[in-house]
């Protein structure tokens, strides 16, 4: 899978002036090769950050959704996911296929630009091609950019965890039926 959209970036000079900066964002599944680059954002951009090993167990879970947004041949963004088994998130007691959004992240000064959502769309889609009825996401209750985004995207919030993260804070879990991406 490779999808290629165009985004704009607005630069300004020193002379004041503002440029329009037209470039290629490509989204592909991930290789081993980008293991690297995908850990520097991942230590760059959030406080939760994973071993090696864990990335590419994650990979080895659910190949088909762990992608990159790559721009200009640099990685600039990722979002990776596994399959699991659960009581639905989303009503009723019964057991449901479930796409995880473990980890996604956009390097900075490429945020704003749909990279995110993207990346978020073609990986709820990857996840409903291998099975997942839901998909959901823990996010920071502090992450209100985030918590945006997924609830742009038909995300709710199902439940708050007390002390998810190592730091101490609190997550939300957040839901969607994959069948609004179908």
């Known amino acids: 899978m490779v999808l290629q959209i165009l985004i704009s970036a607005f630069f300004k000079p020193r ?9 290629e964002v490509i989204f592909r599944r ?10 520097e954002i991942n230590r760059t951009c959030l406080p939760e950050n994973y071993s090696p090993h864990f990335f590419l167990d994650v990979y080895a879970n659910c190949p088909e959704a762990f992608i990159v947004a790559e721009v200009d041949r ?8 596994r399959m699991e088994s659960g009581f639905s998130d ?5 057991l449901v296929r479930k796409g995880h959004i473990v980890s996604l992240a956009v390097k900075s000064h490429f945020r ?14 990857a996840l409903t091609a291998q099975g997942a009825s839901e998909a959901f996401v823990e996010v920071r209750v ?12 038909g995300f709710r919030i199902v439940k708050r965890v ?20 179908r």
Request: with cysteine; proline share 3%.
């Open 142 to 153: 502090t992450n209100g950019p985030a918590i945006n985004l997924y609830q742009k995207l």
């Open 30 to 39: 991930f290789s081993t090769t980008d293991l690297e680059r995908v850990m």
């Open 112 to 125: 704003r630009r749909g990279i995110a959502t993207t990346l978020m769309s073609s990986a709820i889609s």
């Open 74 to 81: 640099e990685v600039v963004g990722y979002v990776m996911c």
């Open 90 to 94: 989303l009503g009723g007691f019964r």
């Open 162 to 181: 007390p002390r998810y993260y190592l730091d101490g804070v609190d997550a939300y879990v957040m839901s969607i039926s994959t069948s609004q991406f």
């Open 15 to 23: 002379d004041g002036s503002r440029m329009n900066l037209v470039s």
